[in-house]
Nanobody
Framework: QVQVVESGGGLVQAGGSLRLSCAHS????????MGWYRQAPGKQRELVAT???????NYADSVKGRFTISRDNAKNTVYLQMNSLKPEDTAVYYC???????????????WGQGTQVTVSS
């Protein structure tokens, strides 16, 4: 079982920055894709950014140029650097770690409990 724990959320003014961290217990060699998602009240959870095991990144159009996903494999941590924050970025941010496991090599997605990001205008 893989544990995923997000941290770094908080209250910030529009235009400010935050860096979210996602500490996980997955074996680096078994990771498929890691990502950050967010969910605002009453809305669906949406993809924010992903990073593959090879280091390729993708971003939602709404955050391109403002957010950066990165990782530090030695620390078993994924980061989301959020700059130029907007009120519409307000949401609970979740980290997902996709892991190849089991005897038939299935993909298991592990989610953290989320960290609240609130951007004031």
């Amino acid at each position: 079982q893989v544990q995923v724990v997000e941290s770094g959320g908080g209250l910030v003014q529009a235009g400010g920055s935050l860096r979210l961290s996602c500490a996980h217990s997955a074996r680096i060699g078994s990771i498929n894709v890691m990502g950050w998602y967010r969910q605002a009240p009453g809305k669906q959870r949406e993809l924010v950014a992903t990073i593959t095991s090879g280091g390729s990144t993708n971003y939602a159009d709404s955050v391109k140029g403002r957010f950066t996903i990165s990782r530090d494999n030695a620390k078993n941590t994924v980061y989301l650097q959020m700059n130029s924050l907007k009120p519409e970025d307000t949401a609970v941010y979740y980290c997902k770690v996709g892991v190849v496991g089991g005897i038939v090599a299935r993909i298991f997605d592990y989610w953290g409990q989320g960290t609240q990001v609130t951007v004031s205008s």
